[in-house]
Nanobody
């Protein structure tokens, strides 16, 4: 069983930076990890993902160049560095993991989810 725990959310101003962490417990070797976000009443939106095997990364167009996903396998932790934040980035951010090590954009492909962490960006 894999458990994911996000941390690092909070209230920041537009233009600020924030780093989210996703710590995994259980057997996660070989799992790809992704970040998604969701606004109230809307579906989950893909943000970024990273493969286990080669750390290849994938990004949504809306965050390309501003966000960076990375992983520290020794700490079983995946990070999402978010720069140049704007009000459109305000959402609940979720970490997700899947046993198939590919860069999927689809939330349905992910097997495990964290509880989410709130990010609020004031303009």
């Amino acid at each position: 069983q894999v458990q994911l725990a996000e941390s690092g959310g909070g209230l920041v101003r537009a233009g600020d930076s924030l780093t989210l962490s996703c710590r995994a417990s259980g057997h996660t070797a070989g799992y790809a990890t992704g970040w998604f976000r969701q606004a109230p009443g809307k579906g989950r939106e893909f943000v970024a993902s990273i493969r286990w095997s080669d750390s290849r990364t994938y990004y949504a167009t809306s965050v390309q160049g501003r966000f960076t996903i990375s992983r520290d396998n020794a700490k079983n932790t995946v990070y999402l560095q978010m720069n140049s934040l704007n009000s459109k980035d305000t959402d609940v951010y979720y970490c997700a993991a899947k046993s198939l090590d590919s860069g999927s954009y689809a939330d349905a492909k992910y097997d495990y989810w964290g509880q989410g962490t709130q990010v609020n960006v004031s303009s």
